[in-house]
């Protein structure tokens, strides 16, 4: 029901947007989060936002870099990456939860994407 896009590879102090597109829900309804795993680490938060889409949260390590955002008239979330960092690399996943509330905990999400390959060199 969740499917993320626009991965891909890029020098330190890039930038990249991914997208993630979601199928079969009301989208405006649900809070969206994306998260990060860097390779042998677990996943972590990044941002999330609320079903109106006027209220996000962000990690410490992304805040100023990161910018979430969403079209729900295209049930699509969005997640702009500039300033990006060797540290940045891993999989990005998008989640979304069954209330129109923004979380930043993992397990209060229902529904995962599959994950976007993010890398960045230095």
């Known amino acids: 029901q969740l499917q993320a896009s626009g991965g891909g590879s890029v020098q330190a102090g890039g930038s990249l947007r991914v997208s993630c597109a979601v199928f079969?829900?009301?989208?405006?309804?649900?809070?969206m989060g994306w998260f990060h795993q860097a390779p042998g680490k677990s996943r972590e938060f990044v941002a999330t936002i609320n079903g109106r889409g006027d209220i996000q949260y962000y990690s410490d390590s992304v805040k100023g870099r990161f910018t979430i955002s969403r079209d729900n008239a295209k049930n699509t979330g969005y997640l702009q990456m500039n300033s990006l960092k060797p540290e940045d690399t891993g999989a990005y996943y998008c989640?979304?939860?069954?209330?129109?509330?923004?979380?930043?905990?993992?397990?209060?999400?229902?529904?995962w994407g599959q994950g976007t390959l993010v890398t960045v060199s230095s």
């Open positions: 079969g829900l009301t989208f405006g309804r649900h809070g």
């Open positions: 989640a979304v939860r069954r209330i129109p509330i923004a979380t930043m905990t993992q397990k209060e999400y229902t529904y």
